[in-house]
């Protein structure tokens, strides 16, 4: 079982530069776990690019589809107090944005405070230092 933050989950419905290793990733171990609003932050990742003109309608409809269909075989750590507690703290110990936080404070629950042992898998080279100094192993990083 691997930690998905949302920036590893949109190369998996989106063509980028790390779609492959994701891909590979996905099909090494397919028990992803996600933080309850990786649905909205990767549709908010679609509608970005769609209203800038790098994404089609169709395109930004077909990756929407996407997320769906992943979202029927992910498990999801949801909004509670303990989250909300990891999440205040690591506020306090690591240069995160709160969004981040959130994530992290979710693999934290889902780990049940023990990391170690447990993968993380984001691109985000920040959070990425943040889930390492936390205790758990990083299943890939991109810059």
């Known amino acids: 079982m691997i930690f998905w933050d949302s920036s590893a989950v949109v190369p998996l419905i989106l063509e980028e530069p790390a779609s492959s290793a994701a891909t590979a990733l996905l099909e090494s171990d397919s028990e992803m776990i996600v933080w309850w609003a990786t649905p909205v932050?990767?549709?908010?990742?679609?509608?970005?690019?769609?209203?800038?003109?790098?994404?089609?309608?169709a395109d930004a409809d077909?990756?929407?589809l996407g997320i769906a269909r992943l979202g029927t075989g992910w498990n999801e750590v949801?909004?509670?107090?303990?989250?909300?507690?990891?999440?205040?703290?690591?506020?306090?110990?690591?240069?995160l944005r709160a969004a981040d936080a959130l994530q992290l404070a979710a693999a934290l629950t889902?780990?049940?405070?023990?990391?170690?042992?447990?993968?993380?898998?984001?691109?985000?080279?920040?959070?990425?230092?943040?889930?390492?100094?936390?205790?758990f192993e990083l299943a890939m990083v991109s810059d």
């Open 41 to 57: 932050e990767c549709l908010s990742a679609i509608a970005r690019l769609e209203a800038d003109g790098t994404m089609t309608p």
């Open 62 to 64: 077909g990756a929407r």
């Open 78 to 95: 949801l909004a509670s107090e303990r989250v909300r507690e990891h999440a205040a703290r690591l506020l306090r110990t690591h240069s």
């Open 110 to 135: 889902w780990a049940r405070g023990l990391p170690r042992g447990h993968a993380f898998c984001t691109l985000d080279n920040r959070l990425a230092d943040a889930a390492r100094r936390e205790g």
